[in-house]
């Protein structure tokens, strides 16, 4: 029974990292309709970042947040405006779905080349500090993860749902051309969220640096991961995309413990596959919103 | 426009004669360039397989890697378990069978995704089934060699000598192949049923095209072209694994060759998988590991600055259609 539990906390926490790149994923899809394969790329680099800030300059982590979080924002900006602010505006989706490979590629062959292709990790000071209750252990470290996975989609949720620019993304995801004709600036609405895309990478980025070791390799798997948990948890939906994070991190945990470590992969994007096929709006997004042929 | 064709086709058979006749004026086993056309024209055949289903049909799939790893595995396996008793070497039916075994997964896996989905989710469901295929290949245990692959160099017949000019002949053919069935697919009834579907789906679907039928053939005929690809490309490496006919090169370089060239040109595969495969020649060559640094760059700024191809140069009129792009 308790290893049921242990289970199951583990795969919430584990689930968390998905949760908020799902987030991420949902805001950039939502409002420019791109497939940002990069994002786990993003995710890895930010990684690397707090290793470094944590190595050389002996900066906390969570401290790192707040350097880390907004540097991401404006690299956000910077790649939008570099990047994908005339592709957004292509009807032809393999122009900025080739910019993310195209970024994926440059990102992880330059993480290869500045960190070398051994996996890293932090050893921080409280890295070993557990809970332990009715037998069940929960690091502290993994724990503050789910509460960063929380506080980024209650962060992203108010933004969203009481700000003025919030509103524009809201209404961009709904319908762009109808925006823009309603006098809403597309490209920063579309600019904004790419932003805040890219600053949940870079907390993803920060969490993942305290809990996993990660390597150059790991973002693009990564961001399939975040990719199924976005289609689990439907579209267009801040606590969905969250959860269906929540969820794929169980689902893994409980495949790996009664099916085997091997076959994680495949019990995950098999369920991808079947909630593609079978439930196309996922379990928590609005109904409607995919049109069927 | 019956001139243009008869200027172009002229250009087609000349390029035809030059490099079906390559290897008898140039030793392609020693020089480097038989090596160079063979890899560019497999994948040739790959990006003509993805040029039907996204280029002219709009529907992106981001499978390839899969088709072409699952033909590679059929050839691989069946001739390793010796199944069909035929131990020629670049056997028919071996190449035959791992087009076909592409073309009944493509058909599996897209009834249920094109005829519920379209657009992005298809993408999505393409890229989750090539992770699929992949992760089973690797766990495959005894039947597929898991991460090892099969070996098949002993599985040579004895007094066939490894020469690198029957693979040249045998890539080119193909290719020639694969672009004639795009070019007759896609100017017949059913290239017009591909690319109604393209520009307008309910429109089409409206006109009485039958929009899951042809989609699902587009998708299918071109997972068999990746299949067949990967056949050749296994007769190659004699060593078939996961990380060598499966991994993300296989699906993104075919789609750069062919946004490079032109999407939804008969010539544009042809001619990014040239260009691209140069760069990566020369990259491995002068600045060995950053590479891949380079493919990245060049990928960015072909999609900034080239986005409709190097063929849709030519055709682009600014203001017509929102894709910027010749319909070929």
Redesign the interface.
Known sequence: MSSLVQILINGLLLGSMYGIAAIGLSLI?GTM?I?FIAQGTMIVFFAYLTYWSFVKAGIDPYLSLLTVVPFAFVVGLGLFYL?FR??AA??????????A??????????IL?VWSATPRGLDISYSGAMIVAWGIRVSWLRLALLGLAFGSAVVVFVFLKKTRVGTAVRAASEDMEATTILGINSVWVCAISFAIGIALAGVAGVGMATVYSFDYQFG?TFA?KA??AL?LGGMGNVFGALAGGLLLGVIENLAAYYIGI??I??AS??I??LV??FL?QGLFGRRGL???? | MNRRKLIWAGFGALAVVFFGTLPFYYDVHRGQWGIFFFNVFVYVIVAQGWNLISGYTGQISLGQNAFFGVGAYTMALLWFNDVTKTGYYFDPVLMILSGVTPFILAVLVGVPLLSRLRGDYFAFGTLGMGMIVTVLFINGGMFTGGAEGRMLVPKMPPGVVFNLRTHYWVAFLVAVLATLVVYFMTSSRVGLALKAIREDEVSAASHGVNVLRYKVLAFAVGASMAGVAGSIYGYYLLQVTPSNVLTQNWLFYPILMVVLGGTGTILGPWLGAFLIYLMSWYGDQYVAGFSPILSGIVIILVMLFLPSGIIGLGQKVPGLGKRGRGSG
């Open positions: 899809f309709r497939i990047l005339k592709a292509l009807e032809d989706r393999n122009v900025s779905l080739l910019l490979v195209g970024l994926m590629y440059l990102v992880d062959n330059l080349r693009f399939i990719l199924v289609a091997a076959w992969e495949v994007y098999g991808f596959m593609l096929i196309p995919v049109k069927k042929v």
